[in-house]
């Protein structure tokens, strides 16, 4: 038993021995082959990303003005409305009355200003004896002070009236903008998004400021992020971006920067700095508040030969590439363009079609790119 058992892990030790050979020595044969990747035509771009949400260019919430008990919700969520329409109203009969009353004020201070107009027109023209009778206008006009009324007393009446005309007018303005906070009206056209009122609802003075409904303008929408300062140089109004969203990523939207704000914001120790992008193609299924993230497009090369960075060795000064000719590896000095981080553009030094290596993970420890 004791002898079965000692061959049994004799055979054990033999085959681990066979197989971590077989591992060791994979690719060390002068017939191994390298891993290659072809110099290609590409395009080469540099970009920021910018971190951010959706936002409507309008929004509005909006609210009474006056306390009272909503008798009309005219409007759903989700409707569309029209600058101007009427969205809810309030119970206010106090206001209509008041409105009649300041009406019937202007009216009546209309009509005294009217006949004080007269009065004052007819003391202007006061009276003129008729020819060979001259004394007799003395007599005459110290009649008409005793009995009418002169130049400059029916001039203060007129100035009196014209003032009790303007009270009247002021009264009924107020009045009407009363009456006008019991309503709410929708100031753009766009889209109900919101409504928290319901009818038969008391609107008291410590709700009077809480939003009733939301109006969005859906026709119009922008994305608000953040640009770190490490980019903020770079960066310009009126440079492209490209817009992904995290609740559409297949959906394929372009923008521009519009406004980069030219004070910062330190969020955890990091300044940042708050920019906003247009949208150039917003479509329907957008919506407010969604987040987003844009690639603002800093420089570009279209077309041109371009390697991985994981292809390049030797120095920033001098960078090289090995290259695959005839089965043989050899090296050669190039000279790079543009870089977006994981392709570089090769402006000098290689063809379309060669094959250049990829050098193994611990000959990049002390490349290219770790230098």
Not at 203 to 223: C, E, F, K, N
Not at 344 to 359: A, D, K, R, Y
Request: proline share 3%; glycine share 10%; with cysteine.
């Amino acid at each position: 038993m004791k002898k079965k058992r000692i061959l049994i892990i004799t055979i054990c030790v033999v085959v681990v021995g066979v197989v971590l050979g077989i591992v060791l020595t994979r690719g060390a044969g002068p017939e191994a082959t390298a891993n290659t990747v072809e110099v290609s035509r590409g395009d080469v771009v540099k970009t920021v990303l910018v971190d951010g949400n959706l936002e409507m260019l309008n929004k509005a919430y909006l609210s009474f003005g006056i306390t009272g008990t909503v008798t009309e919700v005219l409007v759903a969520e989700g409707n569309n409305v029209t600058e101007g329409q009427v969205l809810a109203r309030l119970d206010a009969p106090s206001l209509e009355s008041s409105i009649e009353m300041a009406e019937l004020q202007v009216e009546m201070a209309e009509k005294q200003v009217r006949v004080a107009q007269a009065q004052y027109e007819k003391a202007k023209e006061g009276w003129q004896a008729p020819e060979g009778l001259e004394f007799l206008e003395d007599v005459i006009g110290s009649l008409t002070g005793l009995l009418g009324m002169d130049e400059d007393t029916a001039k203060a009446n007129l100035d009196v009236a014209k003032m009790n005309l303007e009270i009247a007018e002021l009264g009924l303005a107020s009045a009407e903008l009363n009456m006008e906070k019991a309503v709410i009206v929708a100031p753009f056209d766009g889209v109900v998004s919101d409504i928290t009122i319901s009818e038969g609802e008391g609107i008291g003075a410590a709700t009077l400021a809480a939003p009733s409904i939301t109006l969005v303008d859906t026709s119009g929408i922008q994305m608000h992020g953040f640009i770190d300062e490490i980019d903020i140089a770079i960066v310009e109004v009126g440079q492209e971006a490209n817009i992904v969203l995290d609740a559409l990523p297949d959906e394929e939207v372009k923008g521009r920067v519009a406004f980069i704000s030219p004070t910062g914001t330190s969020l955890i120790g990091v300044v940042y700095y708050e920019t906003t992008i247009t949208l150039e193609n917003p479509g329907a299924n957008l919506k407010d508040g969604m987040t987003a993230d844009a690639e603002v497009i800093i420089e570009r090369r279209d077309n041109v030969l371009v390697i991985p960075n994981r292809a390049i060795r030797g120095t920033l000064e001098n960078p090289m590439v090995v290259v695959l000719v005839d089965e043989q590896e050899e090296e050669r000095a190039i000279t790079l363009g543009m870089t977006d981080g994981i392709n570089t553009e090769v402006l000098s030094g290689l063809e379309e079609g060669e094959e250049v290596v990829i050098p193994a993970a611990e000959e990049r420890q002390d490349g290219f790119f770790m230098r």
